[in-house]
């Protein structure tokens, strides 16, 4: 009997024990559970958390590793063609620039087209009072010259030379007057051979597109002409030189806000600042030689022309608020010179009744202007 109670207390025993070591590790499952449960949602918490001091740290010290150069020497590119597809009277258009905004430094154009428009008939009378009145005012210009320049259609060739075998020659011809009316100008300092040369995508250019490497020619015939700098522009904003022929400086262009044709969309481009000090640091290992900003992005960039936009669409990818954070951007990439683009649509907004562009630009063109 004795014997018989033992027993049952011992298997008593056991059960608790079984059913406590269950308990046990029910709760530790459970436990365990929680935390691997939690750890997930730790780890992005702790991500985000990461990537905020991150981006903090960045903006705090983003003026020590990319100090903003100090007085830029702020100029524009100036189209006749382009201003008149506005509308705008050019040369009011182009004073304008002059006096009000007070702009010293330009980036013209010499059209084939139009500094040829028959052959052997040279007009260069446009050409002639744009830097005339430049030179007034003891400002500069970085001259066009070339078969690719800026605008629509990239290839300026006239009429007459797209339906002629010879047109090479003939291209060479007009550079040499160019060269030859105004290198003894103290206005033009400088030459821009050709308009992003090398960027195959853009503009009517293929029946120009014959193997031969066009800027060589042309390069060696302003080598033997002039004594003035020759620059030539790059195709993108990430590529690096490569080939023949090399100029004096190369010019880059920085744009933000786009529209691209692949999705439908409008995107804004991810280069930040240091990526273009990078660049042009990488570009002086490789070519030895110095960058400027040739197209500094400020005008709007749509599906069409600008000016067969409504403004509202034009807003999208420029507009008044945008444009002191491209000049500050501009300042943080660390180019000393930059040619601003949108010229003929600041003056277009202004005469259409909206001045916050025009006066936008003019606010951070003068205020540099007035520390040089």
Not at 344 to 366: C, F, H, I, S
Request: charged letters at 25%.
């Amino acid at each position: 009997m004795k014997l018989s109670r033992l027993r049952a207390r011992r298997d008593l025993c056991e059960n608790d024990t079984i059913i406590a070591v269950k308990q046990t590790a029910k709760k530790s499952r459970k436990s365990s559970a929680r935390k691997s449960g939690d750890f997930p949602l730790r780890k992005t918490l702790y991500a985000m958390v990461a990537v905020f001091l991150a981006i903090l740290a960045f903006n705090l010290l983003r003026p020590v590793f990319f100090p903003p150069v100090q007085n830029v020497q702020w100029g524009v590119s100036f189209s006749t063609k382009y201003a008149r597809e506005f509308g705008n009277d050019w040369r009011a258009n182009f004073t304008a620039l002059l006096d009000d905004m007070g702009i010293k430094n330009y980036r013209l154009m010499s059209y084939w087209d139009e500094i040829e428009p028959a052959k052997n008939q040279y007009d260069f009378a446009d050409l002639d009072w744009q830097i005339d009145q430049i030179g007034k005012r003891g400002g500069t210009v970085s001259l066009a010259v070339g078969l690719r320049q800026p605008r629509w259609p990239e290839c300026h060739a006239p009429d007459w030379a797209r339906v002629d075998d010879g047109w090479q020659n003939d291209l060479y011809k007009y550079v040499e007057k160019v060269i030859d009316r105004y290198e003894n100008n103290p206005a033009v300092t400088s030459w821009q051979l050709e308009n992003e040369y090398k960027n195959g995508a853009f503009g009517l250019c293929q029946q120009f597109n014959n193997g031969t490497n066009r800027a060589a020619d042309e390069m060696k015939i302003i080598r033997e002409r002039s004594s003035k700098p020759v620059y030539m522009s790059l195709s993108d904003q990430v590529g690096l030189p490569i080939g023949e022929p090399t100029p004096d400086a190369y010019g880059v262009s920085i744009y933000g806000r786009f529209y691209w044709d692949i999705s439908g969309t409008y995107l804004s481009y991810p280069n930040a600042e240091w990526w273009h000090r990078l660049r042009g640091g990488l570009i002086k290992i490789v070519k030895d030689r110095p960058t400027f900003v040739h197209e500094m992005q400020m005008e709007p960039w749509a599906k069409t022309a600008t000016f067969m936009i409504s403004t509202a669409e034009q807003d999208k990818t420029m507009r008044a608020t945008m444009i002191p954070e491209r000049f500050d951007y501009a300042r943080r990439i660390g180019s000393q010179n930059v040619y601003l683009w949108g010229g003929e649509w600041w003056y277009w907004r202004l005469q259409n009744g909206d001045p916050t562009v025009w006066d936008a630009v003019k606010a951070d063109v003068q205020s540099d202007a007035k520390s040089n």
